[in-house]
């Protein structure tokens, strides 16, 4: 992915992967709120880059476009049912890109707040223990940052190719 240029290169997509990394690291730390928990600021930049992209393609490129949209050696009678079923896969694609991170990063806080909620009663010496104990759950919620950056960098950079038959 890194070789092929999509208007204007790849600076766009770097800087998305790190923006969302950004958003997922400063969610880890106590007492904050991340932007990316929320599915309306998922939604928007969904959205935002999927329209963008999509309406480019549709004008730009329309003949492609509806040459992908409907499949080779099908039925006449089912071409527009198939058509309309091709447009709701793609329109859905956006939807499915924030809602899978949202899910993602409140599942991870949401375990590392279960596992540390017994700790308000327990006593200092003991409380050690568990923090230790938890360290390593701690360090996945780093990696899944890290990860769902990355996933859904790249899943946005193959879902907006598509429209432009790149």
């Not at 963008?52 to 003949?63: A, D, H, I, R, T």
Request: aromatic share 18%.
């Amino acid at each position: 992915m890194v070789g092929k240029k999509l208007f204007g290169g790849n600076l766009i997509y770097v800087s998305f992967f790190l923006y969302i990394l950004q958003f997922n690291l400063f969610g880890i730390l106590p007492y904050t709120f991340t932007m990316t928990r929320q599915l309306n600021i998922n939604l928007y930049f969904s959205l935002t880059f999927f329209f963008v992209f999509f309406l480019l393609g549709w004008f730009k490129k329309y003949e492609i476009i509806l040459a992908h949209i409907t499949p080779l050696g099908r039925p006449n009678v089912l071409a527009p049912f198939l058509v309309f079923i091709e447009l709701i896969r793609r329109l859905i694609r956006p939807l499915t890109l924030s809602v899978r991170l949202t899910v993602n990063i409140i599942s991870g806080h949401i375990l590392i707040e279960i596992l540390l909620s017994p700790l308000e009663n327990i006593i200092i010496r003991l409380k050690f223990i568990f923090y230790v104990l938890i360290l390593p759950i701690f360090f996945l919620e780093i990696v899944v940052c890290f990860v769902q950056a990355f996933v859904i960098s790249s899943l946005r950079r193959l879902y907006l190719r598509e429209p432009l038959g790149h």
